[in-house]
């Protein structure tokens, strides 16, 4: 089973940067697409971004478009989530994702997420 980690989280000023990453182990992501999703307190879940396992397609939120970066480095079995021009409605829990397997249709593994806050 694999497990994932995720890392970067932090306080941050709005305007400011951070970068998230996904370490997995107990399995390559290389077959397999990820995502990131995060939760802000009495919300639910909420899709941020996901790449396909070769990062040919990429999908990002409306509210993250040109602010937000996914991309990954399978050698390093990897998931970076680079995050620019936060604003504090950005405040939540972010998560990695993963599947299953390969042609589930959506993601159903999760790390314990790392918390990402911005401030006015």
């Known amino acids: 089973q694999v497990q994932l980690v995720e890392s970067g989280g932090g306080l941050v000023q709005a305007g400011g940067s951070l970068r998230l990453s996904c370490a997995a182990s107990g399995r390559s992501i290389s077959a397999y697409a990820m995502g990131w999703f995060r939760q802000a307190p009495g919300k639910e879940r909420e899709f941020v971004a996901s790449i396909s396992w070769n990062g040919g397609s990429i999908v990002y939120a409306d509210s993250v478009k040109g602010r937000f970066t996914i991309s990954r480095d399978n050698a390093k079995n990897t998931v970076y989530l680079q995050m620019n021009s936060l604003k504090p409605e950005d405040t939540a829990v972010y998560y990695c994702?993963?599947?299953?397997?390969?042609?589930?249709?959506?993601?159903?593994?999760w790390g314990q997420g790392t918390q990402v806050s911005v401030s006015s």
């Open positions: 994702a993963t599947k299953t397997y390969t042609t589930r249709a959506t993601f159903d593994l």
